[in-house]
């Protein structure tokens, strides 16, 4: 049973560059979520997809923007980019609802220079 | 994330040892938590999970404890191995919200 896959692994992108990373849930699972995770930070909520509308945002520019497919895979992407976007990006996928166990993938590390 | 916390950013545990990893949260509202582990270049891994309706709940080798009247949760791994090794953070979710706050996390290290 497959958990969450995620690509690319790792990505060297300049400044003002755009970029798109690429997320397909565990088995069973149609809700996708995507977390910013800084260096020895704890991971920050990006948004979450569900029905492939997104369905809840956390405080991040409108830079950052996703899709979910009718297969529950999910992209984000980025535009515009910025030093400061070099981090860790984490896809989890849970059961729709809230309350629900999320399951992270390893991540794709971006780094912007 | 800003919710929740850590109270110790480090933790040394002798091999075979308990370890006792704590988090504070202070959303009063937050009723589910999780405990996950991270190992280096890898994504978080769930352990163990638990509502507001329990007090604790037990998996294999660990114990996840709640205690809402002073915002605390805490994670108990019996044995500790040196696989235990790795960045434990605490996650809370506010009912009817679909994210999860994360505290900045406890770096375990496990001496054989």
């Known amino acids: 049973d497959a958990g969450v896959t995620q690509s690319p692994t790792h990505l060297i992108k300049t400044r003002g560059q755009q970029v798109t990373l690429r997320c397909s849930p565990k088995?069973?699972?149609?809700?996708v979520s995507w977390y910013q995770q800084a260096l020895g930070q704890g991971p920050q909520f990006i948004f979450q997809?569900?029905?492939?509308?997104?369905?809840q945002r956390g405080n991040f520019p409108d830079r950052f923007s996703g899709h979910q497919f009718p297969n529950y895979s999910s992209e984000l992407n980025v535009n515009a980019l910025l030093l400061g976007d070099s981090a860790l990006y984490l896809c989890?996928?849970?059961?729709?609802?809230?309350?629900?166990?999320?399951?992270f993938g390893d991540g794709t590390r971006l780094s912007i220079l | 994330g800003e919710s929740v916390g850590l109270h110790l950013p480090t933790l040394s545990v002798q091999e075979g040892d308990n370890s006792i990893i704590n988090c504070a949260y202070s959303?009063?509202?937050?009723?589910?938590f999780i405990w996950y582990k991270q190992e280096s270049g890898k994504g978080p891994q769930f352990i163990i999970d638990?509502?507001?309706?329990?007090d604790k709940r037990q998996g294999q080798r660990v114990t996840v404890l709640l205690n809402k009247t002073v915002k605390h949760l805490s994670l108990q791994i019996a044995a500790t191995q040196p696989g235990d090794s790795a960045v434990y953070f605490c996650?809370?979710?506010?009912?009817?919200?679909?994210?999860?706050?994360f505290g900045a996390g406890t770096t375990v290290t496990v001496r054989a």
């Open positions: 996650a809370e979710n506010i009912h009817h919200d679909y994210k999860l706050s």
């Open positions: 997809y569900y029905e492939e509308e997104e369905r």
């Open positions: 088995s069973g699972h149609d809700t």
């Open positions: 959303n009063s509202a937050s009723d589910y």
């Open positions: 989890a996928s849970s059961l729709r609802g809230s309350n629900q166990p999320q399951h």
């Open positions: 638990i509502r507001s309706n329990m």
